[in-house]
């Protein structure tokens, strides 16, 4: 089975810099995934991370420890649209499914 | 240019009617899913399909019947609804050995009374 733990709800301030993490369990582990959720709205696909280190992308960059069993996505520069819910999901060699954390709210104020 | 499209967008009805939600994708993908994100956001996969094969059925109630005509649509009846089914379900496709980038449909906010 797979476990994925984050933490619920933050609130930061336009320009700043967030940190959002992510650990899991699984078995035979295939991948991370991070999937942006605006409130209302399907999710989307942000990045993801099967080897260790540090995936950048713009103004979102996505860092992997598989030893660890830990993620995180950091946001930078942020902006007013960034507020949505992360989702981590990890998927395991085998087979097509992704299982999803709940999510971590991010409420961007002025 | 929808990508991946689901009708109805919301939905609501009685306890123990039965109702199907419809899913079709223009990505040229092979494999299309199912999800149900409940009220605490937290999205769980329901089924999967590649080329209008099941190969992912997790444990949902036999009451849902997903249905793949071809490889572009995939539908979900659902029998006798009943007052936990409400959510919003998702509907997802990917090509087959991607299955990390997921295409999402927007959603059918489902509300049974």
């Known amino acids: 089975g797979q476990n994925i733990d984050q933490p619920t709800e933050m609130t930061a301030t336009e320009g700043a810099i967030v940190q959002i993490n992510c650990t899991y369990q699984t078995s035979g582990f295939n991948g991370l995934f991070w999937y942006q959720q605006h409130a209302g709205e399907a999710p989307t696909f942000l990045s993801y991370n099967v080897l260790d280190g540090l995936e950048e992308k713009g103004r979102f960059s996505s860092f992997l420890s598989r030893s660890k069993g830990y993620s995180y996505l950091l946001l930078k520069e942020l902006q007013m649209k960034d507020s949505a819910s992360y989702l981590c999901a990890v998927s395991a060699y085998g087979n097509n499914r992704l299982a999803f954390g709940k999510g971590n709210q991010v409420v961007v104020i002025p | 240019d929808t990508a991946v499209s689901q009708t109805p967008k919301y939905l609501v009805t009685q306890m123990g009617n039965d109702k199907s939600i419809k899913c079709e994708q223009n990505?040229?993908?092979?494999?299309m899913y199912w999800y149900k994100q409940d009220s605490k956001k937290f999205l769980k996969i329901m089924f999967s399909y590649n080329n209008k094969e099941l190969i992912i059925n997790e444990t949902v109630p036999n009451r849902f019947s997903p249905k793949s005509p071809d490889k572009a649509h995939l539908n979900l009846h659902i029998n006798s609804l009943e007052l936990g089914d409400s959510a919003v379900y998702f509907c997802?496709?990917?090509?087959?050995?991607?299955?990390?980038?997921?295409?999402f449909g927007p959603g059918t906010r489902l509300t049974v009374t």
């Open positions: 990505l040229g993908h092979d494999t």
């Open positions: 997802a496709s990917s090509h087959q050995g991607k299955s990390y980038e997921q295409y």
